[in-house]
């Protein structure tokens, strides 16, 4: 139930962003989800993509540094309080929360988490009856 992101390095330049994307698109590999941080010099850009391996072997062949970094994607139903159930399963795990953001996928909303013990992070809130999504499922979503 991990999901393979794509952590992608990039200078706070203009255009940069840019090249990324246009990349991605002239392989038709689509973007799912993406965050974006920045300094005053560099920036993170964390993106699933519909095809992880290809896109991380195209950026590379564009010169564009890229690695895999493991997620976890949960079903977060439209209810008060499901966030702070998923944080406390995640707390109860040991584990700690290194980033996270948001997936939109019609009905539910989703959140991807990045946390220090991705596996028994991901089997907790399985066994707290929370729903991941499979790789195969995050990678194929559509609008």
């Known amino acids: 139930m991990l999901i393979k992101q794509l952590s992608v390095f990039i200078e706070n330049r203009e255009g940069r962003l ?3 994307t246009d990349v991605l698109a002239k ?3 689509n973007i799912v989800t993406l ?3 920045d300094t005053s010099e560099y920036g993170i850009l964390r993106v699933i993509v519909s095809d992880p391996e290809r896109g ?5 062949e564009a010169g564009i540094s890229a690695k ?3 997620v976890i994607a949960v079903r977060v139903p439209n209810k008060s309080g499901q966030l702070q159930q998923i944080l406390k399963v995640v707390s109860e795990a040991g584990s700690n929360i290194e980033y996270m953001y948001v997936l939109s996928t019609g009905v539910n909303s ?3 988490l990045k946390v ?3 596996q028994p992070v991901a089997d907790n809130l399985q066994k707290a009856g929370f ?3 499979k790789a195969e499922e995050v990678y194929s979503f559509q609008a």
């Not at 991380?56 to 590379?60: F, T």
């Open 18 to 20: 840019l090249e990324v």
């Open 27 to 29: 392989h038709d590999i």
């Open 35 to 37: 965050s974006l941080a």
């Open 56 to 60: 991380r072997e195209v950026l590379k």
């Open 68 to 70: 895999f970094t493991d």
């Open 110 to 112: 989703s959140v991807i």
């Open 116 to 118: 220090s013990d991705t």
């Open 131 to 133: 729903i991941l999504y």
